[in-house]
């Protein structure tokens, strides 16, 4: 595959060491996008969709996050309805999603509030949330899980934990501006700890799917989750499928991406500090390595990922590549200054090296290869910002992504 020249030399880093200087950022080579297997550089939208497209996901999922299962008949059933929550400003929705044909034991659970006087089907933001449905909203009426919850998956919810993460989720500023809530727990889908894997849809549905569970990910079943939400999605009444906005923090920031990268049904994708092994550079030695990211969590890739734990510029793809793969769609990467083992230029780098494929399509990018000032968004078709603050998604961080999915969907 060719390269994409960002420096004139490439160096491989001491990867055993955790480098937050940019002074000693070493030089790196970028893969080239747009340089398929056979040299040929892609011309045009319909080359990239049909021949370099392919190739680049596989190799996403043969090296960094697994196969992504086919889809399966999803069944539900609405556990409760509630045209008047949020004071009559909302209708709130608990649908209880049976992934198994047949079987009710494997399920994930998933809270909708979709705003009230909108005309027609509602567009909405989906995404996991960390810690349980009643932690997004303190909401009486939304079901406590008996589900044990991160991170020690010790306890489970109680009354206590209600709108404890509240501030990841301004529903209410949300509805206001006309766009609807999606959520559920990714720890339905499967723990996020090292045996997690034994317990969640990677063993459970491995009859179903004909997957081996080390064929693919944690990553890779917490996207495969997020499908079947928009399965469910497809089919309510209520909500716009064709305006629906993936997003996520951290962790779940990479998930919204593999999960934006693989289904293109999803219209947005938000990234929200998703750092190594979601936005970030791999080949740009700041902050969280290949090595580090998959000697804490192993689990969250596939094992072919160890193999460039000390060769990270023998990895076939870089992250730009990644956020190229949901081309032509928008697409918003966001950062916070105070969160560098997320390397938030490293992020704005690979939406930068993103822009090219964009462009096949007629698409703008970021439109500058300068990070621009904190607190100063910038973009187009791809959008970015860093913001003061630490790992978090805030209300900041809503605020910009409701500006751009309002401007992408028009919406006045």
């Known amino acids: 595959m060719g390269s994409l020249s960002v420096f004139t030399a490439s160096a491989q880093f001491p990867s055993d060491e955790i480098n937050l200087s940019e002074a000693r950022v070493l030089p790196y080579t970028l893969p080239d996008p747009l340089v398929m297997k056979n040299g040929d550089t892609v011309s045009n939208a319909r080359e990239w969709q049909k021949i370099q497209r392919p190739y680049i996901y596989h190799l996403f999922e043969e090296n960094v996050y697994g196969l992504y299962p086919r889809s399966i008949p999803v069944h539900y059933r609405v556990r409760e309805v509630d045209h008047h929550a949020l004071s009559g400003r909302a209708t709130r929705k608990q649908v209880r999603l049976f992934l198994k044909p047949g079987d009710t034991t494997v399920f994930i659970d998933v809270l ?98 004909q997957e081996r569970p080390d064929q693919w990910s944690a990553i890779g079943a917490w996207a495969w989750g997020l499908s079947r939400m928009m399965d469910y999605l497809e089919q309510d009444r209520g909500v716009n499928q064709h305006e629906v906005a993936v997003v996520g923090l951290s962790r779940l920031g990479k998930t919204a991406l593999w999960a934006g990268a693989s289904d293109q049904r999803f219209s947005i994708v938000i990234s929200n500090e998703s750092g190594e092994g979601g936005a970030a550079l791999a080949r740009r030695w700041f902050g969280e390595t290949v090595k580090k990211i998959n000697t804490s969590f ?59 494929v964009y462009a096949l399509f007629g ?50």
């Not at 996991?128 to 998956?153: E, K």
């Not at 919810?157 to 209410?172: M, Y």
């Not at 607190?375 to 910009?400: E, S």
């Open 112 to 209: 909708l509030y979709l705003p009230n006087g909108h005309k027609g089907p509602s567009p909405v933001f989906v995404g996991l949330n960390f810690n349980g449905n009643a932690t997004v909203i303190n909401d009486p009426a939304v079901f406590l899980s008996n589900r044990l919850v991160s991170h020690d998956y010790k306890i489970r919810n109680t009354d206590s934990a209600r709108g404890t993460k509240a501030s990841r989720w301004p529903i209410e500023m949300i509805i206001a501006n006309g766009i609807g809530v999606v959520t559920a727990c990714y720890s339905d889908l499967e723990e996020d700890r090292p045996g997690g894997w034994k317990t969640g849809i990677r063993t459970t549905l491995e009859d179903v799917l």
């Open 298 to 356: 192993p689990y969250w890739f596939v094992g072919q990922y160890k193999k460039y734990n000390d060769a990270v510029n023998s990895l076939p793809v870089d992250q730009h590549e990644l956020l190229a793969l949901i081309a032509p769609r928008p697409l918003y990467v966001a950062s916070a200054s105070g969160d560098q083992w997320s390397d938030p230029k490293g992020e704005f780098l690979s939406a930068v090296y993103a822009a090219p």
């Open 363 to 412: 698409k703008r990018g970021l439109g500058t290869r300068v990070m621009p000032a904190v607190c100063h968004p910038i973009g187009n078709t791809i959008a970015y910002h860093i913001r003061t603050g630490t790992h978090d998604i805030v209300l900041y961080d809503w605020k910009q992504y409701v500006s751009f999915v309002k401007r992408q969907w028009n919406i006045y």
